[in-house]
């Protein structure tokens, strides 16, 4: 294999949930495989934010909730997101292919974090419908909080370094983040797979803990 790219996401960053552990560890494998290659295969990373209109994005949701007339339901306020298109996505990934020289993690320059609230807002009015809320009564769709999930961020963070370099691609970054060396991550590989074939739920979190900044098993 020439080329090997891990789709991974902002939420690998200072990860509160299972699913950001392990995008985080899966990118430091990539890191190490880099590191052992000797250039036969080329080994990148690339962080997306909330992909919209793909299958797992609040876009989906928010339409078929308007379409039924409401509410359209926002976990918080002041909750934010970084956003890209589907057609950005494919684009950053087949350039990482063309530009990676081996261990990189790349991120799209998405410009600040939107409210998913103004989000919800937008595609009502888009819809030709009104917001309906203590100012206006008569509105047709409510906003409804239903408060941040477990393992839910208000915010999330492109990187956890702040070495940031611009790569050849004028909307393309690297961040350079500390790694574990090759036969190190050899060892926690074989370790997490005798835990993962024994179910041992509670050592899994604990090797995530270990070696995942920011996660915490609890």
């Known amino acids: 294999c020439e080329s090997f790219v891990l789709i991974s996401t902002d939420k690998a960053v200072r990860p509160k949930n299972i699913m950001g552990a392990t995008k985080r560890i899966a990118e430091l494998f990539v890191k190490s495989y880099s590191l052992d290659s000797n250039g036969k295969t080329l080994y990148s990373s690339v962080r997306f934010g909330n992909v919209l209109d793909s299958s797992g994005s609040v876009v989906p949701l928010f339409r078929k909730q308007i379409s039924r007339g409401g509410p359209v339901t926002v976990t918080h306020r002041e909750v934010t997101r970084y956003f890209m298109t589907i057609p950005e996505a494919v684009g950053l990934i087949l350039q990482s292919l063309s530009i990676a020289k081996g261990g990189e993690v790349f991120f799209l320059n998405m410009g600040d974090p939107k409210k998913i609230a103004d989000l919800a807002r937008k595609m009502i009015l ?52 500390d790694f574990i060396e090759f036969d190190k991550m050899i060892e926690i590989q074989e370790k997490l797979e005798y835990l993962v074939s024994i179910n041992n739920t509670d050592d899994i979190l604990n090797l995530l803990s270990k070696y995942v900044e920011g996660f915490k098993k609890d």
């Open 126 to 177: 888009l819809s030709g419908q009104t917001e309906k809320n203590d100012e206006y009564p008569n509105g047709e769709i409510e906003i409804k909080y239903i408060g941040l999930r477990p393992g839910e961020k208000l915010y999330e963070e492109l990187n956890i370094s702040k070495n940031i370099e611009k790569s050849s691609h004028k909307d393309i970054f690297i961040v350079h983040e």
